[in-house]
């Protein structure tokens, strides 16, 4: 857990420091002021869910898969809540919103499935 703790700060900041500097040269109708809250949301979401998916893996591994795609789909469900509500009352920011917000799921999301799968690897597989 620490490992990837560790991990998802140092790519939470450097996320954060190249969002700055794009947003920086960008014009001003092309930022979104929440993109330092977006990124705490993923950093936290992402966090509690390896949290849980530590905590399962010593189950079989068809119920992990279970319980990976059910938290899978409920994290696709808020995160499609948090859209709505933002867009709901910014529809100006649409645009630079939704593009933020998908290429922090993108990253956020490759370092969440990468972690996972390296939980349910035997130990002598991730030696190899």
Same mark, same amino acid.
């Given at each position: ?68 795609? =059910?938290? *899978? +789909? $409920? ?7 948090? !859209?709505? %509500? ?11 919103? =939704?593009? *933020? +917000? $998908? ?7 490759? !370092?969440? %499935? ?15």
């Amino acid at each position: 857990m620490k490992k990837f703790l560790i991990k998802m700060v140092i790519v939470t900041l450097i996320a954060g420091v190249l969002t700055f500097l794009v947003f920086h040269k960008l014009g001003e109708n092309m930022q979104t002021p929440a993109w330092p809250w977006l990124l705490l949301f993923f950093f936290g979401s992402n966090s509690f869910l390896y949290f849980l998916f530590t905590r399962y893996k010593s189950s079989k591994l068809s119920s992990f898969a279970n319980f990976f795609m =059910l938290a *899978t +789909f $409920l994290k696709l469900i808020v995160y499609l809540a948090v !859209i709505v %509500v933002y867009l709901l009352f910014n529809k100006e920011e649409a645009a630079p919103f =939704l593009i *933020t +917000f $998908l290429l922090y799921y993108i990253i956020f999301t490759g !370092i969440e %499935v990468a972690s996972v799968t390296g939980l349910q690897q035997k130990p002598s597989e991730k030696t190899k």
